[in-house]
């Protein structure tokens, strides 16, 4: 599987439409392997979805994005896991151990409820709205 990371610096980019570089991440045998960086200089939406289809990603795992933003990705077939905070090689140890559902990389203000968050690689399958239970 084919992971991108939106990333700004050296950490998730806190707004999807602010990443400075996606990080292709190569995810075989419950390992992060980062295989390219593409350097972003235009951050339309029109390109950053290009650079994930051209790249074959298969997830996309970033900070904050719109709605209409992640329809359109998940329209394309490329599967999300939003909210997300940290710094890159923690998000790809904690993606690895099935982890990022941990209150250290959810961003504040995240419930999660509701957004199709299945947790990590077994789990990111972008179910849909689940059913609120209180």
Known sequence: ??????????????VFESLDRFL????????CHIVST??????DFSNLMAIMKTN???LLICGAINRCCRQ???????RIIPWVKGEIDHVMD???QDNLNSGDFIMPGCRRRGRG???????????GRTKKSF
Not at 38 to 43: I, S
Not at 118 to 123: A, S, T, V
């Open 56 to 58: 074959h990603a298969d």
């Open 38 to 43: 593409v350097k972003v200089n235009n951050p």
């Open 94 to 96: 904690a993606f690895s």
């Open 24 to 31: 292709i991440v190569d995810f075989k045998d419950r390992e």
């Open 72 to 78: 359109l990705v998940e329209g394309q077939g490329i």
């Open 1 to 14: 599987m084919l992971l991108a990371l939106a990333a700004y610096e050296n950490r998730i980019a806190s």
């Open 117 to 127: 968050w299945q947790g990590g690689p077994m789990g990111a399958r972008g179910k």
